[in-house]
Every structure is written in structure tokens, then in C-alpha cells.
């Protein structure tokens, strides 16, 4: 079969290699078995180096991003992060080190991991952090193995229960489950936070403890915490933070101050590291003084003007990550962290805050606004109203693709029909979140004129409207060129 590709024709080349310096096929048949020596030279496109290189610079276009355009990703702070702090993490003496290194040489990197513990403490009250966790679902787990930890070390080994709000991030049972502990989920109340009597009834002398995002995935404050707090102390219980929404109370509010003994930090979306695509990522864990002892090791400690790692913690729940974690994050963050200052700290909180409320205002009169109070970072919006048209939340996140937009997180919380949660984040101006609102006004009055355009959308991007089951089920994980062959006939 003729194969038939995209460009290319027979005879284009793009480089030419030197003559083969290793022995004939025919002589390497003793060493390799006839069966794996290939018969005939691969099917592949002769393209010249001008085709490669516009071919591939071409697709790199196709790609969407927060250096493209606006991301509005609930729940992920997609936001835009300064490129100095990109720089600083390319510096010969931290891109260059290894990680075998002896202590002596790399008392400079020792000294940043020492001091980014030092600032992660001050931002959230908390006591010691280690920094090994590469994301915050591993930070999650490693929280969680700390506090069952913690209970066997009193005798307490029965208190395997983890009380879960149905508002929480999926990943926070699913950690639990992992660490060998059971969930229970608890609902919440009518103004979208922790339901008091329903975590009374759930709390026993099992209780491990129980783990909250403040603010919560509503993007609402959990405004009875230190009675949530009180509640599950009293019975012997501990609190852990999902601190993925940090950048709602940066210099504002901290975890420690609100009762939380174990907290996680997403660098990759507060502290200025390009998040998505599957890293990289870093998810510190800080923990109360009563939980330093069970942290990770090693930690780096300072003693007689040096910086060390210190391996001696006998509690140490043991390694979670290779090394030091993933240092080049932590780098970028550390930079983040000095370039802003405690004033531009909280100014990234205040301006979250401002630009989520300025959204959810001018959207709450075209989509049901289920929760229509002052919100933190994001707001949760409902597309019930539309779907009453025969239009779905994932039909109108498909028509923003042809304004130009990415869609926001939907279906998420799973406690809102029709969800779509949308975070602007502080480094977006009012220009930006003004065609954004206009583009979802537009897109409420297509629904009632034009449902069926919108259910088809979206209409101008290079690829269509797929089949989500199917890519699901069945997904073409590669390139199988008789399937190009037919297309293309």
C-alpha cells in the first residue's frame, strides 16, 4: 500500500548523515535474532528542513495557554507568572548542581530550601514544612501519613477516620484511601460550607481528622472554622488544609491561625510556576510543632554557620520523593516570593478577591448564581438556566473556544448542577475580564435565539466537536499511517 502523507514528496531531505560506521546488516545477524532486525526502511514523510521546522512550529501555535490568553481554570490559579523568576531558576549554580553533590558544595542551594521553609512558615502559621512532595496530591498523602503516624505513636491506632466536606477537591479522598484510611463525607449546608450538626454526627473515637479547603471550592470562607476547629480537637481529632486556593489569603489569613495542624502548598498555582500539561510540580507540607516529627526526611537544618541535611528523625515517616524534591519549582518560587514582598503578597490576594467578585456581579444576571454571596478567588456559576434550552455547561464552554477563550472548570463542584467555576486570578486586567463577560453574555443570548448553534460550537477551531465517550473508551494513543492513507485517498 502507497502510503499518502500531509507533505513531503519522495527524494526531500533536510540533512544529510555520514556513512554508517557500525558493521553491515548482514554481519550483525549473529548478535541480533533475524526476527527483531528490520526488513524494510521505515514509512516516513521525506520532508526538507524548512517543511520540519514549519510543521512543528505550526502545531506549537495550535496550543492554548496562559501566555496566549486568558485562563480561567477554577479551582488551578492559571495564572500568568513572571518569566525573571524562570530565569533565576536557569542560573548555572542551581540548574548545574547535582543532586550527589557533597554539602560543602551546595551550601547556596542548602540555604534557599532552608530559608523557602522559613517563608512557607511565616505565610501559613505553621511550625516546619518539608519540601519533597512533587504535587499536592502526593503533598495530600504525605500529610495524611503523617497524621495516622501521629495517632499510632499516642496508642491511638483505631482513629482511621477522615471526615471529607462533598464540596472537597476529588483528590482529597482519594489520598485518604491511599494512606489506609477510611472517608466519610459529610454534606454541607444551604450557604455552601461545613454543615456543624452533620460533622457532630460524624465525629467518634475513630476520628483521625478531617480535611478542609479554606477557602472552599465554592470559593466561599468556611466563616465557622474555629468552631469546626474546637469540634474536631476536642475529640482528639487534627485538621488538614488543601491549600490549593492559597492565593485567596496570601498576607491576609493564615492556616495555623485558624486551627489547621497540616497544610499542603501548590507552588505550581500560588507561587510562580507554569502549572498544566503534567508538571512540574511541588507540593510542600508544613505541619504544627506536635507534627514536626514525623515530616519527611531529610530536612535541612543550620548549625555553626552551615547547612546540612539532617537524616537523625527516628519518627520520620521516611522518603516520599527522590532527593530534594523538585528543586528547579522551588527555586521559582523562592524568586516569587522575594520579588513581591509581604506588601505584593497580599496585593495578589486582594486583587484575586476584587476581580472574582467584579465577574461573578456582571455574570449573576445571565446564569444562575447558586451561591450568591461575596466570594474569595472564584465564583461557581450554573448553567440550568440554559440547560432548560437544551443546552449544556459543556456546550457553552465549547462555544467560549470560538471567542477565543478557554473554558473554565465545569462540573466542578460536583455539588452544583451545571457547574461552571471560574477563577480569574489577580494578574488579569479589567480589559481582559471585560470581553471575557461580554463573550459569556453573548453566548446566554445564543442560547435563547440560536440553542442549536451553540450546541454544535465549537465553529472555528482547527478540531471540532469530538466524541468524548469515545476518546474516553477508545482513544488513538498514535499515529497509524493506513488510517491516513484512507483519509487521505
Not at 499516642?154 to 477522615?162: H, K, L
Request: with cysteine; net charge negative.
Amino acid at each position: 500500500m502507497k502510503l499518502i502523507f500531509e507533505q513531503g514528496a519522495p527524494g526531500r531531505t533536510g540533512i544529510h548523515l555520514p556513512a554508517a560506521d557500525v558493521p553491515a546488516k548482514k554481519e550483525m545477524e549473529h548478535l541480533i535474532p533475524p526476527e527483531y532486525l528490520r526488513r524494510d526502511p521505515p514509512a516516513l514523510p521525506e520532508v526538507s528542513e524548512v517543511e520540519a521546522v514549519r510543521h512543528f512550529v505550526g502545531l506549537s501555535q495550535l496550543n492554548y495557554g496562559v501566555d496566549t490568553g486568558f485562563y480561567p481554570l477554577g479551582s488551578c490559579t492559571m495564572k500568568y507568572n513572571p518569566k525573571v523568576n524562570e530565569e533565576i531558576a536557569r542560573l548555572d549554580g542551581f540548574s548545574g548542581v547535582h543532586p550527589y553533590q557533597s554539602e560543602a558544595t551546595v551550601q547556596g542551594c542548602l540555604e534557599l530550601l532552608y530559608n523557602m521553609d522559613r517563608y512557607l512558615c511565616e505565610l501559613t502559621g505553621m511550625a516546619k514544612f518539608s519540601l519533597q512532595p512533587a504535587a499536592g496530591a502526593q503533598g495530600e498523602l504525605t500529610g495524611l501519613m503523617m497524621i495516622k503516624a501521629y495517632h499510632e505513636s499516642r496508642g491511638e491506632g483505631c482513629r482511621t477516620r477522615i471526615i471529607v466536606p462533598d464540596s472537597s477537591h476529588g483528590t482529597n479522598p482519594a489520598s485518604a484511601q491511599m494512606a489506609g484510611l477510611e472517608v466519610a463525607e459529610i454534606k454541607s449546608n444551604r450557604s455552601g460550607r461545613v454543615d456543624l450538626d452533620e460533622l457532630k454526627k460524624n465525629i467518634d473515637g475513630r476520628l483521625a481528622g478531617i480535611m478542609l479547603t479554606n477557602p472552599n471550592t465554592l470559593g466561599l470562607f468556611e466563616s465557622e472554622i474555629k468552631e469546626i476547629a474546637d469540634l474536631v480537637h476536642q475529640a482528639g481529632g487534627l485538621l488538614y488544609n488543601d491549600g490549593a486556593n492559597a492565593n485567596a489569603i496570601l498576607g491576609i489569613a493564615t492556616p495555623g491561625a485558624m486551627g489547621f495542624d497540616v497544610i499542603h502548598l501548590n507552588l505550581h498555582k500560588t507561587f510562580s510556576t507554569p502549572h498544566g500539561g503534567g508538571g512540574p510540580g511541588s507540593g510542600p507540607v508544613g505541619v504544627k510543632e506536635s507534627l514536626a516529627p514525623f515530616l519527611p526526611k531529610p530536612l535541612v537544618e543550620q548549625a555553626e554557620g552551615r547547612y546540612y541535611l539532617d537524616y537523625d528523625r527516628p519518627h520520620s515517616i521516611g522518603r516520599v520523593k527522590a532527593f530534594f524534591g523538585n528543586f528547579g519549582v522551588v527555586v521559582k518560587a523562592c524568586a516569587y516570593i522575594l520579588s513581591m514582598g509581604p506588601e505584593g503578597l497580599r496585593r495578589v490576594a486582594e486583587d484575586a478577591v476584587l476581580n472574582a467578585n467584579y465577574m461573578k456581579q456582571a455574570l449573576k444576571g445571565y446564569y444562575e448564581l447558586p451561591y450568591d454571596q461575596v466570594c474569595k478567588h472564584e465564583f461557581v456559576l450554573s448553567g440550568s438556566r440554559q440547560k432548560e434550552r437544551g443546552v449544556t455547561t459543556e456546550d457553552i464552554a465549547k462555544r467560549l473556544l470560538d471567542y477565543g477563550f478557554h473554558p473554565p472548570t465545569i462540573y466542578f463542584p460536583l455539588i452544583v448542577r451545571e457547574a461552571l467555576m471560574i477563577e480569574p486570578t489577580e494578574t488579569e486586567n479589567m480589559d481582559t475580564l471585560d470581553r471575557f463577560i461580554a463573550a459569556m453574555i453573548k453566548i446566554a443570548g445564543e442560547v435563547e435565539q440560536e440553542p442549536e448553534m451553540v450546541r454544535k460550537a465549537p465553529h472555528t477551531t482547527v478540531v471540532g466537536r469530538l466524541d468524548g465517550v469515545k476518546a474516553a473508551r477508545k482513544p488513538v494513543l498514535k499515529w497509524r499511517p493506513e488510517a491516513r492513507y484512507e483519509r487521505l485517498e
